[in-house]
């Protein structure tokens, strides 16, 4: 068998109803013929949309096959015994031009019954916000599901959902269980569990280009919503420099944030489990062994587990996101 190397994939470009050109003008990627582009999916195990790798002796394989191929050496041993032949996260871009849904995912529990599926729990890192964005992340006050329900039937849910302003540079997690939306004007990196189920609640009676509603899961969401309020939904981290912030820790990833303007240098023997690099901001090439791969903003990359250590080098500086199982 080959012996790995870090790969990357072909981009999976999604025209949305709420979608923009930002994958294009800041990103860098040709989304045409798509009139835009609401999100890509740059590493998918989801069975409906699995990537192909699209670098070295490997290109045209689907990540799925080299998972069943190379197992534990690609995804870590601790890894593959617990998740076998499904990879555990997906990677996308998200660009809203308008508001997305209002939306909830359910947990392992609730999607393993319903869709025999993985809950999806995930987090955002805001990439670029024009002036005046906001989100939604929970709640405001505390509810429970008769206020919830008063609110929603009333047209009155966005009452007592808590709005936050935001800036590039901000991170958000959501467990699954929190309501949620993506405000218009963020380009956002989102990690998540592989999953592709989110019940809509709210669409803010938008229609498509033939007129029609799109679904509604108000009965779906009532028991997978999380009700409690919490006294803070923004991710507080480190915004330091030259050195690995940790920004969110879960059961399902960990993700750091590394912002250098010189070379770094991350050994990832101890851990046993491949590393995300999603780089939401400059250049760097990263060099392992006698080998090196360019990474540019909007770039990413997955290194198999039996890497264990990676050097970035760099003129300009760069921001990752790293990501990992533990």
Request: include cysteine; hydrophobic fraction near 35%; charged fraction near 25%.
């Amino acid at each position: 068998m080959a012996a790995l190397y870090p790969f990357k994939f072909k981009t999976i470009f999604k025209d949305k109803i709420w979608g923009g050109s930002k994958i294009s003008t800041y990103l860098d990627k040709d989304f045409s013929p798509l009139p835009n582009c609401g999100e890509t999916w740059e590493i998918s195990g989801v069975k409906s949309n699995v990537s192909v790798i699209a670098n070295g002796e490997l290109e045209g394989e689907s990540l799925a096959a080299a998972l069943e191929k190379y197992q534990g050496e690609l995804v870590g041993e601790k890894v593959y015994a617990r998740f076998g032949n499904e990879f555990p996260l997906l990677v996308k871009f998200i660009d809203a031009n308008d508001d997305l849904s209002i939306q909830v995912h359910p947990d392992d529990e609730l999607a393993k019954k319903r869709h025999n599926s993985f809950g999806k729990t995930e987090m955002w890192y805001v990439i670029q916000a024009d002036p005046g964005s906001t989100l939604i992340a929970g709640f405001n006050q505390e509810v429970n599901e008769g206020i919830y329900l008063e609110k929603l039937n009333s047209g009155h849910l966005t009452d007592i959902l808590n709005k936050e302003d935001v800036t590039a540079g901000d991170v958000f997690f959501l467990p699954a269980g929190r309501v949620h939306t993506i405000g218009k004007g963020l380009l956002i990196a989102e990690i998540q569990q592989t999953s592709d189920i989110t019940y809509r609640i709210y669409d803010f009676d938008r229609v498509d280009d033939k007129g029609n509603k799109r679904e509604l899961h108000t009965e779906e969401a009532l028991a997978a919503i999380d009700y409690k309020l919490y006294p803070e939904y923004k991710t507080n981290y480190s915004h330091r420099k030259n050195e690995a912030v940790q920004a969110v820790t879960c059961q399902y990833f960990t993700t750091n944030v590394l912002e250098f303007d010189r070379p770094a240098e991350r050994d990832y023997s101890a851990i046993d489990s491949f590393v995300i690099h999603v780089c939401v901001a400059g250049a760097c090439t990263l060099v392992y062994e006698d080998h090196s791969l360019e990474v540019k903003m909007g770039d990413c990359i997955l290194i198999p587990a039996t890497i264990g250590q990676v050097k970035l080098e760099t003129t300009a500086g760069f921001k990752l996101l790293e990501s990992y199982v533990e």
